[in-house]
T-cell receptor, first 115, second 113 residues
Framework: GAVVSQHPSRVICKSGTSVKIECRSLDFQATTMFWYRQFPKQSLMLMAT?????????EQGVEKDKFLINHASLTLSTLTVTSAHPEDSSFYIC???????????FGPGTRLTVL | DQQVKQNSPSLSVQEGRISILNCDYT??????FLWYKKYPAEGPTFLIS?????DKNEDGRFTVFLNKSAKHLSLHIVPSQPGDSAVYFCAASVTSSGSRLTFGEGTQLTVNP
């Protein structure tokens, strides 16, 4: 149980375009979903927390207009990187937690490369 | 301000021996701690957790110890296996904050056959 999927696993895009990443909880209802990014050889940095049906809470320094998060259902959250630039290239990982546990279960991650 | 620190970036052990990964934290409000294992280009996999009301939690080969007075936790893996080679992250949260996790920097464990 507690499987979280992400799509796509890898995406390459041109500078200035927007990219949408999906995060799904496959076998449980995720009341809260989290989005992280990880640069090489660094820890996971929380970008934002989203609860189903409400606006995401962004961490300090994360531009909410650049990283659009939608958590429209208990099994799906999306992260849209708008007007992507090469410095947005990173590994983006989502996680989800349900109503009966504080444990976060992570998706496999999405490698974004902006040319 | 790094509230969760893993001071050893890497650890190498022999197969069959014990691996001990350490983690320190500074925020006394943390009351829930987790260990995750991560392979390159994959998301972290949950291993084991411990609540601050306990000082030990065991699951198979994995045991987590919590010393609240020292603000220190450790993960013991015994016996270590080559498949355990990965980056291990410790994470901490304040449960009343809605599961928001703070991660350490990670420790690369290499288990040699």
């Amino acid at each position: 149980g507690a499987v979280v999927s992400q799509h796509p696993s890898r995406v390459i895009c041109k500078s200035g375009t927007s990219v949408k990443i999906e995060c799904r909880s496959l076998d449980f209802q995720a009341t809260t979903m989290f989005w992280y990014r990880q640069f090489p050889k660094q820890s996971l940095m929380l970008m934002a927390t989203s609860n189903e049906g409400s606006k995401a809470t962004y961490e300090q320094g994360v531009e909410k207009d650049k990283f659009l998060i939608n958590h429209a259902s208990l099994t799906l959250s999306t992260l849209t990187v708008t007007s992507a630039h090469p410095e947005d290239s990173s590994f983006y990982i989502c996680s989800a937690s349900g109503t009966d546990t504080d444990t976060q279960y992570f998706g496999p991650g999405t490698r974004l490369t902006v040319l | 301000d790094q509230q969760v620190k893993q001071n050893s970036p890497s650890l190498s052990v022999q197969e069959g021996r014990i691996s001990i990964l350490n983690c320190d934290y500074t925020n006394s409000m943390f009351d829930y701690f987790l260990w995750y294992k991560k392979y390159p280009a994959e998301g972290p996999t949950f291993l084991i957790s411990i609540s601050s009301i306990k000082d030990k939690n065991e699951d198979g080969r994995f045991t987590v110890f919590l010393n609240k007075s020292a603000k220190h936790l450790s993960l013991h893996i015994v016996p270590s296996q080559p498949g355990d080679s990965a980056v291990y992250f410790c994470a901490a949260s304040v449960t009343s904050s809605g599961s928001r996790l703070t991660f350490g920097e990670g420790t690369q464990l290499t288990v040699n056959p």
